[in-house]
């Protein structure tokens, strides 16, 4: 079972750049899909983005495509979420999220993280 704790998070402003990272522990890291997720105060919890086990594909969210870039390491058993451009729309609770299969739906992901808050003032 994979356990997963995400940090990176904090206080920018807008038009900054953050790097969230979520680290996982257990042996199944390489096997599983991954995803970021965020969810504002009085929202609905929305697909970020998302990655192949393998690497070989990335999925985002038309919000962030060209802003945020996901990437892992699965020698390090981490994987990454570069934000770039923030604004204060991104402001969130920005969640990791690991499953079977490659998806952008949230309930094809089966494990998930605490979460690391974001804030990005104007």
């Known amino acids: 079972q994979v356990q997963l704790v995400e940090s990176g998070g904090g206080l920018v402003q807008a038009g900054d750049s953050l790097r969230l990272s979520c680290e996982a522990s257990?042996?199944?890291?390489?096997?599983?899909?991954m995803g970021w997720f965020r969810q504002a105060p009085g929202k609905e919890r929305e697909f970020v983005a998302a990655?192949?086990?393998?690497?070989?594909?990335?999925a985002y969210s038309d919000l962030v495509r060209g802003r945020f870039t996901i990437s892992r390491d699965n020698a390090k058993n981490t994987m990454y979420l570069q934000m770039n451009s923030l604004k204060p729309e991104d402001t969130a609770l920005y969640y990791c999220?690991?499953?079977?299969?490659?998806?952008?739906?949230?309930?094809?992901?089966?494990?998930w993280g605490q979460g690391t808050q974001v804030t990005v003032s104007s």
């Open positions: 257990g042996r199944t890291f390489s096997r599983k899909a």
């Open positions: 999220a690991a499953g079977s299969s490659y998806s952008t739906r949230r309930s094809n992901y089966d494990t």
């Open positions: 990655i192949t086990a393998s690497d070989s594909s990335t």
